[in-house]
Structure formats: structure tokens, C-alpha cells
């Protein structure tokens, strides 16, 4: 069976810390899913076209890096792409606690499904997509939290 996982977010934009959970979970799976979910509590800045084209760009010679955009429940789609495997990456204990609800809600819908956590390495771990945005929207330079591949 191929392990296929799903790395859920909304990457608006995404940022050096993401990139690091990425790089160090790629070689967990066979193939990893990099999936641009649609949050109705969130406007995002930028569109998914736009999103999906930087993570493209970034990882374009891996080969096991996959990038969509997906709408619905993450264990839905899960399914959708035989995914057994959902990454998330952890900053600070109070993530711990938002995102082990969100997996505890997962496994009751589906059981089959196993939340993996990944913790963000200390060099990137203050760098959220809505400080950047702040920084953005204010004129500020994010450029140091960003990819190059990223250009704002």
C-alpha cells in the first residue's frame, strides 16, 4: 500500500516555516499532498491558483510532492485521494491543543485516517501566514520569512 499524506492548510502565503515541515516530512511517505483547503472563517489574501503555483514552483523537482486545492472536510478528501495519513506542523503547545481537537474530531469521522505532528524547527517557529500578511498589508518586507519562489 502506498502511504500517501495530506498536508492541509491554507498557505496564504507560504512561508519558510511550512517549507521546513515539508522538506522533513517528504521522506515519512511515498507521495505527499500538499492540499490548499477552502476555511470559511478565513479570507484569504492571495487566490488558491496563486498558492498552488508558488508550492509548485518551490517543489518542483520532488517528484512525491503533489499540490491541489481541495473544498469539504480534510478526512473527505483524505479519502477522495487514498490518503491514510494527515501532517500538521506545531509551533507552540497552544497549536498542540487547537490541532489534537482537530484530530480527535478526525479520527471519530474517520478512524482509518492517522493525524501525524510534526514540530516546526526552532529557526522558523514565530513565522505564521498571518504575521506575514500583517506585514504585507502594513508595507512592510516579509521577504526573510518567505521563499524565494514567493514574490510579493
Known sequence: MERICLFPGTFDPITKGHV???ERAVSLFDKLVIGIGTNSSKQPMYSVEQRVDWIKEIFKNDPRIVVTGYSGLTVDYCKQ???H???RGIRY???FEYEKAIADMNRMLAPQIETIFLTCS???STISSTLVRDVI???G???MFLPDEVKI
Open 20 to 22: 521546513d515541515i515539508i
Open 81 to 83: 485521494i487514498n490518503a
Open 85 to 87: 495519513y494527515v501532517l
Open 93 to 95: 503547545i497552544s497549536d
Open 122 to 124: 526552532p529557526l522558523y
Open 137 to 139: 498589508r502594513n508595507g
Open 141 to 143: 518586507n516579509a521577504g
